[in-house]
């Protein structure tokens, strides 16, 4: 739940800056490609509309193929060209981090807020689409079969051989107020009431337009983009774009309609009557996810458009509008997904994670280090904790580690056991265990003389120590020299008996004679 937060709060923020750089270069084209043809224009809001849904993702995409930690092991590994050995014979050394607390909450509150509003909007979004679904299917419920005179039958039958659909449904609603249209199960036209007369081109306009809709399944599409725009709900600039969707789907429609009629302008003024019959010069919005013939509330700009003298758009202009609109595009692209993890910091700037409840953070550079718990690197079942370089370090380690009394285990062998995971070490890993005698190291190992270096897949690692009867404390951990990322997981601390062989640092002390020997060297 932690990273799928992560992830949406950076897609929100990246959408921010990224959906008006969109926006600017759609409209530029746009404006390029003048009065073209409503399906041009509807193909240009809409590749807009995918390409708003798409690149606030890039960067998110970029970090879960390189996270920071491999930027910093490509400059770590150009520094130290060759890497030195670490040294933790003294590890009473190791200093604790201590977490700043005003710090580090900050960051953190305000990623929770950005969260949860991003997450009401969705909710929101998600409520209203459901509302207008609703609202869709008690229209429907509503739909009665239209009872249809010899000459409306034929108007509706020659529309359908023209469009090639005999299997639209026919029906009206008093719940209507201008001719609409849904796909929802099959493709039906509805009409506000029974036609009662007036000019028959009228009704071939309205029939036209509807089908329109239908041949080009507005209907099912419209409601694609409700679906996925419950993700940029919450962005002004994602309203501005459907709105230019919307428009330009009328434009298209209105072009087929008049194609299929008797020309653009007697299709114009069956508009306009329409319009004046049955909304009173007034745009009405349909009830729930149904299209309307007045759709997009443009009426004017529909009206121009079909009047309009519209020269053809000559191929060098075509060949311009869409060379700039792609190399636009691409540069948004390529801005969004570098430009994106620098502002952004999806990966350090939103996650402020802390360290394991009783483990702490350690080492001769504890601030270079970052820990926490990774639930996604899931193994044996459970999650892991993590050790990862935040900077490029060329001499100092960090450690995940806690402290505990050595009372129980006094006198005793005892063995730390864990599951271990690497990624692109410059220096090297493992576990370690120390028991001290106050300040006095007594038992020590940390896997110095079987390192694990580089990238490695899960690996059974052990330290096992003889634990002296005076000792007053045991320390254990995993401990990441230089840079990289190491992972620890399903880890056990146990007594074990004495036919495990320990793997002690500490060499016994030879034998010493009780006087000195050979002293003037003639032996």
């Known amino acids: 739940m932690e990273t799928a937060s992560r992830y949406l709060v950076a897609y929100a923020i990246n959408a921010l800056w990224q959906l008006p750089l969109i926006l600017a270069g759609a409209e530029l084209v746009a404006r390029l490609l003048g009065r ?41 590994a150009v520094l130290s060209s060759r890497p030195r050995e670490l040294d933790l ?48 299917h008690t229209l429907l419920r509503s739909a009665r079969p239209l009872h249809m005179t010899p000459e409306v039958c034929r108007e509706w039958e020659a529309c359908l051989a023209l469009f090639e ?25 509805l009409l506000p009431q029974d036609p009662d007369g ?44 459907q709105r230019r969707v919307q428009e330009t789907r009328e434009l298209a429609c209105d072009d087929i309609a008049a194609a299929a009629m008797s020309g653009r302008h007697v299709y114009a003024r069956s508009l306009l009557r329409l319009t004046q019959k049955m909304l009173s010069g007034a745009a009405a919005p349909q009830p729930g996810c149904a299209l309307g013939i007045f759709e997009g509330e443009i009426l004017e700009r529909r009206i121009m458009n079909l009047l309009g003298n519209k020269p053809a758009l000559s191929r060098l202009r075509a060949f311009s509008s869409i060379a700039l609109s792609s190399l ?15 502002v952004l910091h999806a990966q350090d700037a939103i996650e402020k994670p802390n360290a394991p409840a009783g483990w702490f953070l350690a080492g001769s550079k504890p601030a270079n280090y970052q820990t926490g718990v990774d639930k996604t690197m899931v193994e044996n079942g459970q999650p892991s904790a993590y050790l990862r370089s935040t900077v490029p370090v060329s001499d100092g380690f960090g450690t995940l580690m806690q402290t505990i009394a050595a009372t129980e285990y006094a006198g005793k062998r005892v063995r730390l056991r864990a599951w271990v995971r690497s990624q692109d070490l410059t220096g090297w890993a493992g576990i370690w265990m120390r028991a001290d005698k106050g300040t006095t190291m007594v038992a020590f ?37 230089e840079t990289g990322e190491v992972w620890m997981n399903d880890a056990s601390f146990e007594v074990v008996g004495k036919d495990v062989p320990t793997t002690d640092f500490q060499q016994p ?15």
């Not at 030879?510 to 006087?515: A, E, G, I, Q």
Request: with cysteine; charged share 15%.
């Open 36 to 76: 073209a043809r409503g399906s041009i224009l509807h193909r240009l809001w809409v590749g807009c509309l995918v390409l708003a849904f798409a690149v606030p993702a890039l960067p998110l995409i970029h970090l879960s193929i390189q996270p920071p930690s491999s930027r910093s092991n490509r400059l770590s």
């Open 89 to 136: 014979s003294f590890p009473g050394q190791i200093s604790r981090q201590v977490p700043k607390q005003n710090a580090n909450e900050l960051p953190g509150i305000l990623s929770t807020a950005a969260a949860w509003l991003y997450l009401g909007s969705v909710l929101f979004a998600m409520g209203r689409l459901g509302w207008g679904i609703r609202q869709t």
């Open 165 to 189: 659909m005999p299997e639209v449904k026919l029906m009206y609603s008093n719940r209507l107020r201008s001719p609409a249209t849904v796909n929802w199960p099959g493709p039906i036209v």
């Open 198 to 241: 007036g000019e028959s081109t009228d009704l071939t306009a309205v029939f036209c337009h509807e089908l329109a809709h239908l041949r080009r399944r507005d209907f099912l599409f419209n409601i694609l983009i409700e679906l996925f725009g419950v993700m940029l709900f919450y962005h002004p600039v994602f309203h501005w774009m």
């Open 328 to 342: 636009f595009f691409v540069a948004v692209c390529m801005l969004s997904s570098s430009l994106g993890i620098k």
């Open 445 to 481: 190992d940390n896997m110095q003389n079987r390192k694990i270096k580089g990238t490695q897949a899960w690996k059974e690692c052990d330290v096992v120590l003889d634990i002296p009867t005076d000792a007053t404390g045991i320390a254990f951990g995993i401990l990441m020299s």
């Open 509 to 523: 002390a030879p034998n010493l004679s009780n006087h000195p020997t050979n002293l003037k060297f003639t032996e």
